[in-house]
């Protein structure tokens, strides 16, 4: 049956009534070879493929009643067309069956190959573990940055005390003149005028304080916030990241085991006959 097939196959189109042979194959493909020419039909004008083939077929069992009516005069001569039109679709058909049935079997056993299972398992692997080693940089990139804000927010601070020390020079300053002006009453107008000129400067240098006391802790509050948001969402990023990975194993996982399931199946399974 096998060597009949491959014969009808080389020799003829399997398109009903062509005699012309099947287009030249790629070579290199595995399944069946070509069984029909691709030129197109005398009277339909569509190229002989498996389609058209099929329609074609269908178009002659539908006028098959008719054919017998009007060839009552040659009944020998119509039959033997008609059988050597359906031995020639049946070794088609077979042919075509042959081919699918090796591809599936091609196909199986790479779906049961542990070893390429394997493989792309420890390539999903490490995938996860760069995927993973990228979230953990960023979270010491992270850790960095904020680092760097607390710098800032502790020279703010710094700026703040330094403000108190002005103030606190501003006030001694105004101490020593008042002292000055009870010790001399002649250098009293002076020395008011000196307190008044210090007492003007240790306001200033107050409300300067209390500005930069202010910018300090808006400053402090921001940095926190903003830490405090970006660790959540680094937080969740990991965590989707985690759960990306976990369903890429599991899918994994569930793709093994359906092929070790489908290669038991097919050893389990006898040969068929055709195969």
């Known amino acids: 049956m096998s060597g009949v097939t491959q014969e009808a196959q080389t020799t003829t189109c399997a398109y009903p009534g062509c005699d012309r042979q099947p287009r030249p194959g790629d070579g290199g493909s595995a399944g069946a070879k070509p069984k029909y020419c691709g030129q197109p039909d005398s009277v339909t004008g569509r190229p002989h493929a498996a389609l058209t083939a099929f329609r074609r077929r269908q178009e002659l069992a539908r006028h098959s009643d008719v054919a017998e009516a009007e060839d009552l005069g040659r009944p020998v001569t119509m039959a033997t067309a008609r059988a ?37 398992v420890e390539a999903v692997q490490a995938e996860a573990a760069e995927q993973v080693a990228d979230a953990r940089a960023d979270v010491a990139r992270e850790a960095q940055r904020r680092q760097r804000s607390e710098a800032e927010a502790e020279e703010a601070r710094s700026a703040a005390v330094e403000a108190d020390a002005d103030l606190a020079e501003a006030l001694a300053a105004k101490s020593a003149a008042g002292q000055a002006a009870a010790a001399a009453s002649a ?89």
């Open 84 to 120: 050597a039109e359906l031995r020639d679709g049946i070794r088609a058909d077979v042919a075509n069956l042959t081919g699918k049935l090796t591809d599936l079997a091609v196909q199986l056993e790479r779906a049961a190959d542990p070893e390429a299972a394997a493989a792309q």
């Open 187 to 275: 250098e009293r107008d002076e020395a008011m005028r000196r307190a008044a000129d210090a007492a003007r400067a240790a306001g200033q240098a107050r409300v300067e304080m209390d500005l930069a006391r202010e910018a300090a802790s808006r400053q402090v509050a921001e940095v926190r916030e903003d830490a405090a948001r970006e660790r959540a969402e680094l937080r969740a990023a990991f965590e989707a990241q985690l759960a990306v990975i976990e369903e890429a194993r599991a899918d994994l996982r569930t793709r093994a085991e359906h092929a070790e399931r489908e290669l038991e199946r097919t050893r389990a399974e006898p040969p068929s006959a055709g195969g």
